[in-house]
């Protein structure tokens, strides 16, 4: 089993950072993909960024520019830098993790959510 743990999250004023990490522990032999996903109220979660075990990233366009993606490999740890946060950026934050176990089997992980409010 593979936990992950997100912090970072909070109350911030339009224009404002915030840094989320994300930490997986348990059987993990090795992280492929690593990202975050993001959920509005009454909207879909969708896709904020990702990043491959080659430190390959994609953002999408609505925060390229402003939020960078990161992670430390060594600590199965991932990070999401924020800048310039405007009010519609304000979700729930959601870490996501594609887990090769010691089994060498694969599977999908999710965070339980951080909040991130973004005050105007």
């Known amino acids: 089993q593979v936990q992950l743990v997100e912090s970072g999250g909070g109350l911030v004023q339009a224009g404002g950072s915030l840094r989320l990490s994300c930490a997986a522990s348990?059987?993990?032999?090795?992280?492929?993909?690593m990202g975050w996903y993001r959920q509005a109220p009454g909207k879909q979660r969708d896709l904020v960024a990702t990043?491959?075990?080659?430190?390959?990233?994609t953002t999408t366009p609505s925060v390229k520019g402003r939020f960078t993606i990161s992670r430390d490999s060594a600590q199965n740890t991932v990070y999401l830098q924020m800048n310039s946060l405007k009010p519609e950026d304000t979700a729930v934050y959601y870490c996501?993790?594609?887990?090769?176990?010691?089994?060498?089997?694969?599977?999908?992980?999710w965070g339980q959510g951080t909040q991130v409010t973004v005050s105007s």
């Open positions: 990043i491959t075990s080659d430190d390959t990233t």
């Open positions: 996501y993790a594609e887990v090769i176990h010691t089994s060498r089997s694969l599977t999908d992980y």
């Open positions: 348990g059987s993990i032999f090795s992280i492929r993909t």
